[in-house]
C-alpha cells in the first residue's frame, strides 16, 4: 500500500505561482511514475505532468497545454515530486491530485487526497 500527502495548494491571483509536493510513502517507490493529474469542477480528471522512470533516470511528460507553464521535479529517492505551476490563470483552478503509477502487466494507480487550487482573476 501507499500513502500520499499532497501540500501547496491554496488561492493565487491570475498571474501568480504555486508548487505543489506530494511525498509518499509505504514502500520502494524509486521505479515507478509519479505525477499529477487535476480535476475541475464539473469536469472528468485531466492528465498534467508525469514523472516517468526509466533506467537512465527520471523522464517527464506534460499535457500539451500546461507544459509552457508548468514544471515537475522528482527527488532521487523517488519517494516525492513537485509541481511548479507558474502564470496561472482562472481555468487551472481545480483539484490537483498525485497518482503514484505502477506500470506492469496489471497496472495500479495509487491517488493522493488532492489539494484544491484556486486561481482568481
Known amino acids: 500500500q501507499v500513502q500520499m500527502v499532497e501540500s501547496g495548494g491554496g488561492v493565487v491571483q491570475a498571474g501568480g505561482s504555486l508548487r505543489l509536493s506530494c511525498v509518499a510513502s509505504?514502500?520502494?517507490?524509486?521505479?515507478?511514475?509519479m505525477g499529477w493529474y487535476r480535476q475541475a469542477q464539473g469536469k472528468e480528471r485531466e492528465f498534467v505532468a508525469m514523472t516517468r522512470w526509466t533506467w537512465r533516470g527520471y523522464t517527464s511528460d506534460y499535457d500539451d497545454c500546461a507544459q509552457d507553464r508548468v514544471t515537475i521535479s522528482r527527488e532521487n529517492a523517488g519517494n516525492a515530486t513537485y509541481l511548479e505551476m507558474n502564470r496561472l490563470k482562472a481555468e487551472d483552478t481545480a483539484i490537483y491530485y498525485c497518482?503514484?503509477?505502477?506500470?506492469?502487466?496489471?497496472?495500479?494507480?495509487?491517488w493522493g487526497q488532492g489539494t484544491q487550487v484556486t486561481v482568481s482573476s
Open positions: 497518482d503514484v503509477h505502477m506500470p506492469g502487466t496489471v497496472p495500479v494507480d495509487y
Open positions: 509505504g514502500r520502494t517507490l524509486v521505479n515507478v511514475d
